[in-house]
């Protein structure tokens, strides 16, 4: 099975907020969304984690 689970987490206040799917085949480079943070109550950048 190629897709593998990312883990997201805001660039801003640093908790893990989201998780998505990612094809490590295609997608080489880690997954970055703007995402809606209910901690800080914006949107901000979220990045995949380990």
């Given at each position: ?18 998780t998505t799917t990612r094809n490590k085949k ?25």
């Open positions: 099975m190629p897709r593998e689970l990312a883990i997201l987490a805001c660039t801003e206040c640093k908790r893990r907020n989201y295609t997608q080489t480079e880690r997954v970055e969304l703007m995402k809606f943070c209910p901690f800080e109550r914006k949107r901000t950048l979220h990045r995949e984690t380990k």
